[in-house]
């Protein structure tokens, strides 16, 4: 089974449609026994990281979050869900983030020929070989929205840039934890084979 955190900051619905295109189920919940007993987890995001880390807070769901991570299962964040993985988000303020990967969210800061949000279809430079990118050549193009971009402390984690001003990280890759800045509901058919390249995933492919 895959499980999508449900904590009411993400385009839940499209990921779960998503996956059912490539013929998987995905079930939408906040229930941390039920996150728990999932093979496969996703955690989306779309809106403010102050706001996402307060409500995964009220919910109860940081510690199961921990929990799934170190359990050894895949795990997929994708936008916010990738930023909230981090130490720390600048979005209106400082903020605390999940702590799991050590590093910050920043705001683009960037000429004024560059829009904020970094909006629409951009290519991935791929750094290392994820199997969540599997048949995928590099300099694919995947669909973004996003003004703030993570900044990792271990670059080995990186397993994606993309430019936009400069390279920013834009997808990274640490054993069964994978976290996307694009969104992969949102992009087209590549963007399904990297969902069905997720539900697909085997043990050994996690450890390579």
Known sequence: MIAIIDYQMGNLRSVQKGFEKVGHAATITSDPAELMRAERVVLPG??????????????DLVGPIHDLVASGKPFLGICLGLQLLFDVGYEGGEHEGLGILRGKVVRFHLPSEYKVPHMGWNQLQMRSSPPLLAGLANGTYCYFV?????????????????DYGGPF????????????????????ADGLRILQNFAELSVAQEAA
């Not at 779309?46 to 919910?59: M, N, Q, T």
């Not at 640490?174 to 087209?188: C, G, I, M």
Request: charged share 25%.
């Open 169 to 188: 990280c834009s997808m990274i890759w640490r054993d069964n934890l994978y976290a996307t800045q694009f969104h992969p509901e949102k992009s087209q």
């Open 46 to 59: 779309v809106g403010a990281f102050g706001d996402a880390i307060a409500e995964l807070r009220r919910r």
């Open 146 to 162: 996003h003004s703030y971009y993570v900044v990792p402390e271990d670059r080995s984690v990186i397993a994606t840039e993309t």
